[in-house]
C-alpha cells in the first residue's frame, strides 16, 4: 500500500515539476510548482517526519507558493506568453540535464549508504526546538542567529530596489502622486531615456 | 560557554553592531543630513578596523560550528581593511543628487555581505559555510542594482541573483551527497571520514563549481562581465576584491582541509581550470574598450593565477595565497579607486578617454599605473613578489608547464595593462579630461591604496610573518 501512494506522489512530483519548467504561462509555472510543493510533502509524512512535512505545507505551499503567485500578479502581464525556446537551445538544455541526472542517479544508486550510530532522534517540535537553540554540540544557535541576520540585510536590499531615486521623488512628486493608483505603471513605462532626462 | 570564549566571534559581533547602528542613525536622523550620515559610515568602520587588529584568541565555538585560526584572523583584517578603502573612495559618488534617499543603505548592506565573508572563513561546518556565502551574495544582488533605474544597474542584479541560486543550488546538492556519505556537516568529522568514493568526488565536483562561481573561474564566468559592467563603480570594485578574495581563502581552506584525502582529483581540476581561467580572462581582456569590463577579465585571469598556489598544497602555497590577495586587493582598489573618481566627474569609463590623462591629472595617473604595474607583476611593485612566490611555489611542487603557462600569460597580461598606461602617457589626445580636485576621502582611499601597494611589496617581513600563520596539507 505505502509503495503505491509513494509511486503516486513521485509521479506528480515529476510531471509537475516537468510542467513548471516548460509551461509559458507563469502564472500555470507557479501553480504546477505548488503541487510539487505539496507532493513533496506527502513524502516527509510519509517517512514520519511530521514535523516538517508540516512546515513544507505551511511555509512552502502555503507561504511561499503565494508569495510567487502575488509577485506574478504584481509585476507581469499576465496573458502574456513567454518566449518559445529555439529547438536547439531546448535539445542541449535537455541533454545537460539528462547527462547530470543520469550521472547524479547512478552515483547515488550504486552508493552503499551505512547506517550511522547514532541514536534514532525522535523528530518532535519539544527535540527541535532544544536543538535550535543549544550551543554545544549538534545544536544549532549561531546558523539560527545569522539566519536573522541574514533577513534583515535583504529586507534592506528589497527596500533599495523598490525605493524611488531621490531627484525622480522631488521633482516628479505631482506627476507621481496625481496619477497614482489610477497608473501604478507611471514609473515604470518610462523609458530609459525620460529617466535620465528627470536625472539631470 | 562563557563571554570570554564568546569574544572569539568579535569580527562577527562589532560588524552586527555597527550594522545596528547605521541603522539607528538612520531611525534617529532621518538620513537627512548626508554629510553626517557619510562621515559617521566611514569614520565608525575605521574604529572597526582597527578594532580588528587588536589580539585576540583563537578556538572554536558552538560545537565546533564557528572556528578561527591566525590565518583566518588576519584574513579577516586583510577583508576589513579592503572595505574600509572601498567606503573611502564610494563617498562623493554617493554624494551625488541621485542617491540621496539611499546612503546609509549602501553602507548596510556592504557590512552585511562583510558579515558573511567573515562567517564563511570561519565557518566549521557546512551549514554555517553555506548561510555566510548566502549573506554574502544576496545583498551584493541588491547592490548591483542599486541604480535599479539604470537598466544596466538593473539586469546586473537579476543576473547576479539568478545565476548565483542556480550555483547555490548545485553546490547544496553537493553538500547533501557529503552529508549522505559521512552522516555529518562538521568539518572535523568529515576530515576524519573522508574517504574517496564516486559520492565524495561528486560532492567535490558540485561544492567546487559553486565556489568557482564566486570567484569567477573560467567556464563559470560568464556573469562576470556583465554584472561588473552594470553595477555602479565602487559595488564592482567591492565585488572584485573582497568577495573573490573570501570566496578564494575559502575555497583553498576547504581543499586542504575537508577534501585533503580528494588532493589527486582537485589537483588536475584546478590544473585545467587554472589555465583555462588565465588564458581566456587574458585573451578576452584585450578587446575591452570599457575599463569595468576590462578589469572584470582582468579579475578572471588573476584568479588563475591564485590557483597555482592552491595547487601546490604546501605550506609556501597557502601563505603566498593570501600574500597575493592582499596585494590583489589594494592592487585594484588603487585601480579601480582612480577610474570611480573619473567616473564621478566626467561619467567616463572608456579606456580611450584616459588618453593624455598624465598632462591634467598626473596624481591620479600615477596612482593607476601603480595599481596596474602590481597587477601585471613588474618588479619592484608587490604583485611581482606575489606571482614570484606564486611561481614558486608551483615550482617547487613539480608543476613547471603549469608555471611556464603562467608566466607565458603574465607576459600577455603586460600588454594590456600597458595598453592603458600608453593611453594615459603617450598617446597624444586633444581634449583630454579635464583636472580636477578629488575630495578628502577619495584622496585617502587612494593613498591608502598605494602605501598598501608599497609596503606589501618592500617589506620582506610580511610574506615570512604570513608563512608562519598558515598550514599546507601535511
Known sequence: MEQYVFYILAAIILVFSFLTVTSRMILRAAVYLLFVLIATSGIYFMLNYNFLAAVQLTVYAGGIAVLIVFSVLLTSQLNEKMEQVSLTKALAGGLIAFAGALLTILTIVQYNFRPNGLPELEPSPREIGHAMLNYGDNGYVLPFEVISVLLLAAMVGAIIIAKRPAKLLNEDRTIIDTSYPSDKNAYTSRTKAEIDSLLK | ?474
Open chain 2, 1 to 474: 560557554m562563557n563571554l570570554n570564549s564568546f569574544l572569539l566571534m568579535r569580527h562577527e559581533l562589532i560588524l552586527i553592531a555597527v550594522v545596528l547602528l547605521y541603522l539607528a542613525s538612520e531611525i534617529i536622523g532621518g538620513g537627512k543630513n548626508k554629510r553626517f550620515s557619510l562621515n559617521f559610515a566611514v569614520v565608525l568602520f575605521l574604529a572597526v578596523t582597527i578594532i580588528g587588529f587588536l589580539p585576540i584568541s583563537t578556538g572554536t565555538m558552538f560545537g565546533g560550528m564557528y572556528q578561527t585560526s591566525p590565518a583566518i584572523i588576519l584574513m579577516k583584517n586583510i577583508l576589513n581593511a579592503g572595505a574600509f578603502i572601498v567606503f573611502l573612495q564610494v563617498v562623493s559618488w554617493l554624494k551625488k543628487e541621485e542617491n540621496d534617499n539611499r546612503i546609509m543603505e549602501f553602507f548596510i548592506l556592504i557590512v552585511s555581505t562583510l558579515i558573511g565573508m567573515n562567517y564563511m572563513i570561519s565557518a566549521g561546518d557546512f551549514l554555517m559555510f553555506y548561510l555566510g556565502l548566502e549573506l554574502a551574495t544576496i545583498p551584493m544582488a541588491a547592490l548591483a542594482a542599486y541604480q535599479v533605474y539604470n537598466l544596466k544597474s538593473a539586469e546586473a542584479g537579476i543576473k547576479l541573483l539568478l545565476l548565483a541560486a542556480l550555483s547555490s543550488g548545485i553546490m547544496l546538492f553537493g553538500i547533501s551527497m557529503l552529508y549522505g556519505a559521512s552522516e555529518s556537516l562538521y568539518f572535523t568529522d568529515l576530515i576524519r571520514t573522508m574517504e574517496m568514493n564516486s559520492m565524495t568526488v561528486l560532492a567535490l565536483v558540485f561544492i567546487f563549481s559553486g565556489l568557482a562561481f564566486k570567484i569567477s573561474i573560467v567556464p563559470f564566468h560568464f556573469w562576470t562581465a556583465d554584472v561588473y559592467e552594470g553595477a555602479p563603480m565602487s559595488v564592482t570594485s567591492y565585488m572584485s576584491v573582497i568577495s573573490k578574495a573570501s570566496a578564494a581563502f575559502v575555497l583553498m581552506s576547504l581543499l586542504f582541509t575537508v577534501f585533503a584525502q580528494l588532493k589527486e582529483i582537485w589537483t588536475p581540476i584546478l590544473y585545467i581550470t587554472s589555465v583555462l581561467t588565465m588564458t581566456l580572462g587574458n585573451l578576452f581582456a584585450i578587446r575591452q574598450r570599457n575599463i569595468k569590463r576590462f578589469m572584470a577579465f582582468s579579475s578572471i585571469a588573476q584568479a588563475g593565477f591564485i590557483f597555482l598556489g592552491i595547487i601546490s598544497g604546501t605550506q609556501m602555497g597557502m601563505s603566498t595565497v593570501i600574500y597575493f590577495l592582499a596585494i590583489y586587493i589594494f592592487s585594484n582598489l588603487a585601480v579601480f579607486g582612480v577610474a570611480g573618481a573619473i567616473y564621478n566627474q566626467t561619467g567616463k569609463e572608456l579606456i580611450d578617454d584616459y588618453a593624455g590623462l598624465y598632462k591634467t591629472n598626473p596624481a591620479l595617473t600615477l596612482v593607476m599605473t601603480f595599481g596596474l604595474f602590481s597587477l601585471a607583476g613588474i618588479p619592484p611593485i608587490a604583485g611581482f613578489f606575489g606571482k614570484f612566490f606564486l611561481f614558486t611555489a608551483a615550482m617547487e611542487s613539480g608543476f613547471l608547464w603549469l608555471t611556464v603557462i603562467a608566466v607565458l600569460n603574465t607576459i600577455i597580461s603586460l600588454y594590456y595593462y600597458l595598453l592603458i598606461v600608453k593611453a594615459m602617457y603617450i598617446t597624444p589626445n586633444e581634449s583630454p579630461i579635464a583636472f580636477f580636485r578629488s575630495d578628502f576621502y577619495m584622496k585617502m582611499g587612494l593613498i591608502l591604496a598605494t602605501i598598501g601597494i608599497l609596503v606589501i611589496g618592500f617589506i620582506g617581513g610580511i610574506h615570512h610573518y604570513i608563512y608562519n600563520l598558515s598550514f599546507g596539507i601535511l
